[in-house]
Antibody, heavy 118, light 107 residues
Framework: QVQLQESGPGLVKPSETLSLTCTVS?????????WGWIRQPPGKGLEWIGS???????YYNPSLKSRVTISVDTSKNQFSLKLSSVTAADTAVYYC???????????WGQGTLVTVSS | DIQMTQSPSSLSASVGDRVTITCRAS??????LGWYQQKPGKAPKRLIY???SLQSGVPSRFSGSGSGTEFTLTISSLQPEDFATYYC?????????FGGGTKVEIK
């Protein structure tokens, strides 16, 4: 069965770039599906960030588009998130998920908390 | 963006109660909607896809209905393990958008 695991720094300084990686196991990214990122600030609701196909085609949330880059590394069966110029408002639990076009995300990784603070 | 308005934002109920949660879309989304359950410190778990299809392994007391702009999630007989926060998500158009959540608490 497909499993996803987020990894990356838990603390990022304001104005710097947040970088996270999602490792997929039990399924080859090149076999299909979009793969995406979703975040949740502490005590708040969920926000869809964006998704990517193994070919590199992406969809981004316009509210974050100017700061977000999602990329894929098929050789490692991973995809990544970069969010630039972060502020305290970007503090959240970041989830990766299989997030296919025309479907709701499933399954999800366990999530990783990223705190933006100096 | 399509706005998803979820109500109520919280509710108190007893074990055995029938619970209904509603999501309204700001424009028609056909049946392009999923429902999720989230427990504290855990990732959301999909319960329903395509508005009314039960995810494999999810108890049959959960059901979804609706199409177009109005959708409901019903728990026919609330169980202790169902106390959680529930979210709807539309995937009819990008960006995908979530409802604000409904926290189901013990009365």
């Amino acid at each position: 069965q497909v499993q996803l695991q987020e990894s990356g720094p838990g603390l990022v300084k304001p104005s710097e770039t947040l970088s996270l990686t999602c490792t997929v196991s039990g399924y080859s990214i090149t076999s299909g599906y979009y793969w995406g990122w979703i975040r949740q600030p502490p005590g708040k609701g969920l926000e869809w960030i964006g998704s990517i196909y193994h070919s590199g085609n992406t969809y981004y949330n316009p509210s974050l588009k100017s700061r977000v880059t999602i990329s894929v590394d098929t050789s490692k069966n991973q995809f990544s998130l970069k969010l630039s110029s972060v502020t305290a408002a970007d503090t959240a639990v970041y989830y990766c998920a299989r997030d296919d076009y025309g479907d709701s995300p499933r399954p999800w990784g366990q999530g990783t908390l990223v705190t933006v603070s100096s | 963006d399509i706005q998803m308005t979820q109500s109520p934002s919280s509710l108190s109920a007893s074990v055995g109660d029938r619970v209904t949660i509603t999501c309204r879309a700001s424009q028609g989304i056909r049946n392009d909607l999923g429902w999720y359950q989230q427990k504290p410190g855990k990732a959301p778990k999909r319960l329903i896809y395509a508005a009314s299809s039960l995810q494999s392994g999810v108890p049959s007391r959960f059901s979804g209905s609706g199409s177009g702009t109005e959708f409901t999630l019903t728990i026919s007989s609330l169980q202790p393990e169902d106390f959680a926060t529930y979210y709807c998500l539309q995937h009819n158009s990008y960006p995908k958008t979530f409802g604000g959540g409904t926290k189901v608490e013990i009365k």
